[in-house]
């Protein structure tokens, strides 16, 4: 490799491709704007090809650019991976495992595995992180995240990611009790309402969209995007708005009769949720014991409709 290649270099054309914004990327790496321009210049020079386009939308790979991309996040994965290995012997050789998990696995499903998981390794370091689809993916691609548990994304989000299925899952529509919708369920009546809906490039968006069509529901005047199940949990049991959310993360609000679920067909809206790994990364033990983990809560009665 050119030694005048830096990993300065790699990191801020990583940084910026995954933002799409040179100001948003500087930002993120505590640089000024001119300075990652600046960096980004001398890594175009030293490859000698033009990685990235500029336009007033913002910033563009090129097929060059997207070449390399794939090759600069399988170099930080594996630098990730040494500096983990490196926090593993500093801490008397614990296992370590990073997990991310989408909101509705994180409600529903990973209290017990957790349970599970630490009585079956109860010396292991477990880190658990939420969050939406895209961000999760894209910490994986980086190696932030040893794996990733949920609903299937996009075909174009999913490139170079392995993944294997648990179960399938349906989006459902949820009301605080007592929500006048419940007495009358109709599925063209909840434009009536504010939505909390889930915003451009979740993974049950397109879903919600074609379910909405399909049953003549058009543009909801007022529409409050979220990804923040806390926020929407406590505004749903506060207000007469109508949750549209994956089922496992009111399901235990539901169960417990803070929320309620309408009545709704949502056939259509179901896909599978699963574990989301890079294929060029070795399977470590400990995340065998969390697979095992995993499929021993889903063995379990109350997780039988899964």
């Known amino acids: ?113 957790v349970a599970e998981f630490n009585d079956l390794a109860p010396d292991a370091i477990l880190h658990l992180v939420d969050g939406p689809h895209g961000y999760l993916i894209d910490r994986l691609r980086l190696g932030e995240l040893d794996l990733v548990i949920g609903r299937l994304g996009r075909p174009d989000t999913m490139q170079g990611i392995s993944f294997t299925q648990l179960y399938t899952e349906s989006v459902d529509f949820v009301v605080r009790t007592g929500h006048p919708l419940l007495e009358s369920p109709n599925f063209k009546k909840i434009a009536d309402w504010q939505v909390l809906f889930p915003p451009e490039g979740s993974a049950i968006r397109p879903l919600v969209e074609r379910l909405l069509i399909a049953n003549g529901v058009g543009e909801i005047p007022n529409r409050l995007e979220t990804v923040s199940g806390g926020f929407a949990r406590v505004y749903t049991r506060h207000s007469d708005a109508v949750w549209i959310i994956s089922g496992g993360v009111a399901a235990n609000d539901i ?34 014991v969390l697979k095992l983990a995993i499929n021993t809560v889903l063995q379990r009665p109350e997780y039988s409709g899964h």
């Not at 948003?24 to 300075?35: D, G, V």
């Not at 090759?71 to 991310?100: E, H, I, N, T, W």
């Not at 803070?258 to 033990?285: K, N, S």
């Open 1 to 113: 490799m050119d030694r005048r290649i830096k990993f300065r270099h790699i990191q801020c054309f990583v940084e910026i491709a995954r933002e799409r914004s040179l100001k948003m990327a500087a930002e993120k790496l505590y640089l000024t704007q001119p300075a990652i321009s600046k960096t980004l210049k001398e890594l175009e020079e030293i490859i000698g090809a033009s990685l990235m386009l500029r336009n007033r939308s913002g910033v563009s790979l090129t097929k060059q650019g997207e070449v390399f991309l794939h090759f600069a996040q399988m170099s930080l994965a594996s630098l990730q991976q040494g500096l983990d290995g490196v926090d593993q012997v500093g801490a008397q050789s614990k296992a370590r495992l990073v997990v991310g998990a989408l909101p509705s696995v994180a409600a529903r499903l990973m209290p017990s595995v």
């Open 255 to 288: 169960t417990d009769g803070l929320l309620a679920r309408l009545p709704f067909d949502t056939t259509i809206t179901q896909g599978p949720v699963g574990l989301m790994t890079r294929p060029d990364v070795p399977e470590p033990p400990v995340q065998q």
